[in-house]
């Protein structure tokens, strides 16, 4: 069964940056399509940022477009999402899933397996 684990949540101030990790123990990591995901306290979870197999074909959500970028490196079977000029409005638990397709999904039901959770928390 795949296995994700991700690294590199914390608190941080406004206006600062984090960059999230995930590492896969799966095989096929170059052939799957992977999102992050997050959800805040009462409120539903969101796609945040996904990428197709290649990396190619990227897909941010509109309120963190031109702040958050995602990228992988199959070799190394990691997804990235580096967060710069963060919001307060930002602060929730943040996921890496593995969608069952190579093509990007940002449909949290075509993901089929997740990683644990990592808080991030922007704060003064």
């Known amino acids: 069964q795949e296995q994700l684990v991700e690294s590199g949540g914390g608190l941080v101030e406004p206006g600062g940056s984090l960059r999230l990790s995930c590492v896969a123990s799966t095989n096929d990591f170059s052939n799957t399509a992977m999102g992050w995901l997050r959800q805040a306290p009462g409120k539903e979870r969101e796609t945040v940022a996904a990428?197709?197999?290649?990396?190619?074909?990227?897909f941010h959500l509109s309120s963190v477009r031109g702040r958050f970028t995602v990228t992988r490196d199959n070799a190394k079977k990691t997804v990235y999402l580096q967060m710069d000029n963060l919001k307060p409005e930002d602060t929730a638990v943040y996921y890496c899933?593995?969608?069952?397709?190579?093509?990007?999904?940002?449909?949290?039901?075509?993901?089929?397996?997740w990683g644990q959770g990592i808080q991030v928390t922007v704060s003064s």
């Open positions: 990428i197709d197999w290649s990396g190619a074909s990227t």
């Open positions: 899933a593995a969608a069952s397709t190579k093509m990007i999904t940002i449909t949290a039901a075509s993901y089929s397996y």
